[in-house]
Nanobody
Framework: QVQLVESGGGLVQPGGSLRLSCAAS????????VQWYRQAPGKGRELVAVIGHLGTTLYGDSVKGRSTISRDNATNTVHLQINNLKPEDTAIYYC?????WGQGTQVTVSS
């Protein structure tokens, strides 16, 4: 059974940075495509970033150029670093792997 646990969210001022983590169990992140999505209040779920099992990465237009997705095979964790955070980045961020979702971590960008 796959379990995903996100962490690292919080309240941050505009221009700040956050590093989100997705700890996986039940499947190896090194052998799967892992995605980060986000959902803002009143909006649909939006793809933020993907890391493929071969290590290739893909970013949504909203975070391209200021975010980095990476993985740590030793801890079976996928990280998402977002810099220069904006109020419109406020959302719940979810990790997704092989049709499994985590519970999400709240990111709020506000002064």
């Amino acid at each position: 059974q796959v379990q995903l646990v996100e962490s690292g969210g919080g309240l941050v001022q505009p221009g700040g940075s956050l590093r989100l983590s997705c700890a996986a169990s039940g499947r190896a992140v090194s052998s799967e495509n892992v995605q980060w999505y986000r959902q803002a209040p009143g909006k649909g779920r939006e793809l933020v970033a993907v890391i493929g099992h071969l290590g290739t990465t893909l970013y949504g237009d909203s975070v391209k150029g200021r975010s980095t997705i990476s993985r740590d095979n030793a801890t079976n964790t996928v990280h998402l670093q977002i810099n220069n955070l904006k109020p419109e980045d406020t959302a719940i961020y979810y990790c997704h792997l092989n049709m499994n979702w985590g519970q999400g971590t709240q990111v709020t960008v506000s002064s």
